[in-house]
C-alpha cells in the first residue's frame, strides 16, 4: 500500500536500450504480477533495457522502483 491505501495500478516503464536511462511507459499487458513485451514495444534482440515501475492509488504513487537490468535474445 502507499500511505496505508490500496495499490490501485503501477507504471511500467522501459529505457531505450544499451543502458539508456531515458525511461518511457510501455503498454505490454498484464496478467496478475506478470508482464509481457512485444518488438510493438520497442524491444530489440541483442540489447540490454532497463525497466522499472511505481504503485498508484488515490493518495498519489511511490517513489520508482530500482532499476531492473534484462538482456533480450532472438
Known sequence: SI???K???YTLEL???DLN????PVGGYSTGNTYTFTSSDGITAGKIYGIWFKANNIMGSSEY????RVGVTN
Open 65 to 68: 522502483s530500482e532499476i531492473l
Open 21 to 24: 536511462t531515458n525511461f518511457s
Open 7 to 9: 495499490i490501485t495500478s
Open 3 to 5: 500511505g496505508g491505501t
Open 15 to 17: 529505457d531505450q536500450g
